[in-house]
């Protein structure tokens, strides 16, 4: 678990259930992972189960955002982690409206940021942003990631309307 003030960023656990059905099974945000059906109860209780598994077998992990008086506002979920080359993928999202653009999503960031680079030990960190996304762009802006390039051949597919990405990396110090 991180913590700064008010701001907590864990694992899942079983009382995150109900937040995480309704986030999975919400379809505005089917495109960001490739979705295409809503979870079911049993489905749910597998990830959450499975989510315990270490990052180093199960090469991802998702952790909950969340505000300490108010409870679960989002999620980080680091896939793709190469302990060879010390890089990880992160992505982000802040699901509750009314705590969008408050920093939130910075500041969990930031904390996982030490995490990765002091505990898996990695140097490099890259995210894909969908290019009308434009709260993701100024985050990844302010956190010094470098926008890469413009993955025009990978793109995410939003009500049968092709959204290009953009690679974010970073490297960690």
């Known amino acids: 678990m991180f913590r700064k003030e008010e701001l907590i960023v864990r694992a899942v656990d079983s ?25 079911t109860t049993s489905e749910l209780r597998s990830f959450i189960e499975g989510a315990k598994q270490p990052i180093l ?5 998702r952790y909950i955002i969340e505000i300490q008086e108010y409870g679960q506002i989002g999620c980080i979920d680091l896939f793709e982690y190469d302990p060879f080359n010390q890089q990880i993928g992160v992505g ?17 960031l930031f904390l996982l940021e030490s995490y990765l680079r ?3 030990y990695c ?3 890259f ?17 010094n990631y470098i926008e ?7 793109s995410f597919q939003q009500d049968d309307d092709r959204r290009d990405q953009i690679l974010f990396q970073k490297k960690l110090k």
């Open 15 to 39: 009382s995150d259930f109900d937040f995480l059905f309704k986030l999975e099974n919400d379809r505005a945000y089917w495109h960001l992972s490739g979705t295409k059906k809503s979870l």
């Open 127 to 143: 995210a894909h942003v969908l290019q009308n996304n434009q709260a993701s762009i100024s985050l990844f802006n302010e956190m």
């Open 123 to 125: 140097k490099y960190v």
């Open 92 to 108: 982000i999202i802040i699901y509750d409206e009314n705590y969008r653009r408050k920093g939130y999503a910075k500041q969990a």
């Open 148 to 154: 890469a390039d413009d993955q025009t051949k990978e």
């Open 57 to 61: 077998l199960s090469r991802q992990f």
């Open 118 to 120: 002091e505990v898996l």
